[in-house]
Structures are given as C-alpha cells and as structure tokens.
C-alpha cells in the first residue's frame, strides 16, 4: 500500500510560479514510476510529468521547458516546480505512483497515462488568472 498526499496548490497570476510537493509513504517498490498529473474543469485528465526510479524524467509537451519534476528519495517526496504559468494550467493536479514493470533484467519505462497508475493522491488545485 502507499499513500501519497499533495500540497503547494494556489492561486497565481499568469507569468508565475508554483511548486507543488507530494509526500509518499508505502511499499517503496510500488513507486517506481512517480507522476503528476491534472485535470481541469470540463476536460480529460492528462498526464504532466514522469519520473522514473533511475531519475529519468519525461514532460507533456505543454508543459516542457516551463515544468521540472523531481525527487527527494530522503524525505520520500516528490516535486513538480511549475514556471511561466498560464490559465491554461488551472486544474487540480495529482501525484500518483505505481511499481516500475521489470522483465527479464529489463526495466520498462513509466506510463504516462493514468489508467496505468495505481495510487493516487486527493489532488491540489491550482488555479493561475490573468
């Protein structure tokens, strides 16, 4: 079991910024893919970045070069540092995690997609206005 709890969410104006942190407790094994993921009013989940055990990261296209995802394997948290925002980042934003598929030797990267992840966090809102 791993429980995953969010926080940093906020209001702010286009143009600033925000970091959100999640903390994470639980099997250590069952958070080999961490990710970050949104929701906005009215549309689809999307997946916003992964990191993946090794470190490797991977962004959603609208959000690379403005967002960097990390981690603190000390303190068992995660970080999603998000720049430049703009209102089309308002949404409430999820951390989740699931175990890392491992097969013969091999480690398969992280989904990016959230049917594909088992834990998930009570979300944070973020809303930026103009």
């Known amino acids: 079991q791993v429980q995953l709890v969010e926080s940093g969410g906020g209001s702010v104006q286009s143009g600033g910024s925000l970091s959100l942190s999640c903390a994470t407790s639980g099997d250590h094994d069952s958070r080999g893919c961490m990710g970050w993921f949104r929701q906005g009013a009215g549309k689809e989940r999307e997946g916003v970045a992964i990191i993946e055990s090794d470190g490797s990261t991977t962004y959603a296209d609208s959000v690379k070069g403005r967002f960097i995802i990390s981690q603190d394997s000390a303190k068992n948290t995660v970080y999603l540092q998000m720049n430049s925002l703009t209102p089309e980042d308002t949404a409430m934003y999820f951390c989740?995690?699931?175990?890392?598929?491992?097969?013969?030797?091999?480690?398969?990267?992280?989904?990016?997609?959230?049917?594909?992840?088992?834990?998930w966090g009570q979300g944070t809102q973020v809303t930026v206005s103009t």
């Open positions: 989740a995690a699931s175990p890392q598929k491992y097969r013969d030797g091999w480690y398969y990267s992280c989904s990016g997609v959230g049917r594909d992840y088992h834990y």
